[in-house]
């Protein structure tokens, strides 16, 4: 069976491939002042390093736009002007750098606004996302009675994709996001359906902060990844974005569809644990932060959950009382005690 993101049509932000089979691009959004350069290259820094491939940033009033070129003209990934309310800001952001243009149907003023938008994002030769937010579809279509929310998302973001293809501009993303999981999944896939040929960004809008904004956006995303819709996501949360990229790239991995990072493997402790397994998981997973290298690594409590359960793991320790024997795929390597485990585990890691 063919994927739904293998029927998409390739778009290219900056260097990057988003859809026609390409791996799901990771994005995230600057946070910074928007007319701070220095304060938003850092952070496109920090999130570069993290693994993220795409940035979006806010432009926020037309006195941005110097500091938005700027930014472009530094950052090492490809940077989406985001804008709002305002069609000559997005002409202006594709004139001045921008790798891609997002704009909002519910707030842009409309069709006839739109179309000089169009004609700037073709000049620069960059695609433009379509973004339709549950909470602020245009009122015409917000107080329709005789569609659902999903459906009044998939006619708000349709809407526009068909128009875009009749002007001749089809370098198109869409995404139909929502705050709550089950209107995200059914706007997603309808839209999927209806329109198989666009390249879809993913993401629950406003999901919360980091506990709850992970919860919403995993089980709202995996479903899609899984049935194959979704050719770059983003996962929202309250907190650093940096956080948001690698949350992506740990749902990715659970899914076996992209790896990057090292996957962490630790037993729910139990009273057969002997040490403080808890505070040698939450070490181990901080300090894998900073490991490229797409290796699973377990932590087991006790004998039961050693190295037989993590027997597929690249490295791990299975934990006794107060020491932990180091394993790599399955063979013993050695003893070490509970305060040099985390040490131990790293040092044998780095010789992978």
């Known amino acids: 069976m063919v994927k739904a993101n293998e029927q998409t049509r390739r778009v290219m932000v900056g260097g990057v491939p ?3 089979g390409a791996p799901c691009a990771v994005q995230s959004m600057l946070n910074a002042p928007a007319d701070d350069v220095q304060a938003n290259l850092e952070q496109i820094g920090r999130l570069a390093q993290a693994g993220c491939e795409i940035v979006r ?38 004139r001045r750098g921008a790798a891609k243009l997002r704009i909002n149907p519910g707030n842009i003023g409309g069709l006839a606004k739109t179309d000089a ?3 700037a994002a073709g000049e620069a030769g960059i695609p433009i996302r379509v973004g339709v937010n549950a909470g602020s579809l245009d009122d015409a279509l917000a107080a329709r009675q005789d569609l659902t929310l999903p459906e009044k998302l998939v006619e708000s973001a349709a809407g526009y994709a068909r128009y875009f293809t009749a002007r001749g501009f089809t370098d198109l993303v869409v ?14 896939r309808l839209m999927s359906e209806r329109l198989p ?21 995993a089980s709202g995303l995996g479903i899609l990844l899984e049935e194959g819709i979704g050719d770059t996501m983003r996962i929202s949360l309250t907190d650093d974005p940096v956080e948001e990229v690698h949350a992506c790239w740990t749902l990715l991995s659970a899914l076996g569809l992209r790896r990057r990072s090292p996957e962490l493997v630790s037993c ?7 040490v403080d397994l808890i505070a040698l998981a939450k070490e181990v997973e901080e300090r894998l932060r900073g490991v490229a290298k797409p290796l699973k690594v377990a932590v087991m409590g ?5 190295p037989g359960e993590a027997a597929d793991a690249d ?29 131990a585990l790293m040092d044998e890691l780095v010789r992978l």
């Open 315 to 343: 490295i791990g320790v299975a934990c006794g009382a107060g020491q932990g024997v180091l394993f790599a795929g399955g063979e013993t390597l050695r003893k070490v005690p509970e305060a040099e485990i985390v040490d």
């Open 18 to 20: 988003v859809g026609a």
């Open 57 to 94: 940033m806010a432009i926020p009033r037309r006195s941005c736009l110097d500091a938005f070129q700027a930014v472009c003209e530094a950052s090492p990934l490809p940077v989406v002007a985001d804008i709002h309310f305002d069609a000559e800001t997005a002409i202006q952001a594709a």
């Open 197 to 217: 040929e666009v390249p879809l960004h993913i993401g629950v809008t406003e999901a919360g902060t980091l506990f709850q904004g992970l919860v919403k956006s």
């Open 175 to 188: 995404s139909t996001k929502a705050s709550d999981v089950p209107t995200t999944v059914a706007a997603y």
């Open 302 to 306: 006790c004998v039961v959950n050693g």
């Open 117 to 119: 938008v169009i004609d």
């Open 268 to 274: 729910p402790t139990c009273g057969r644990c002997q």
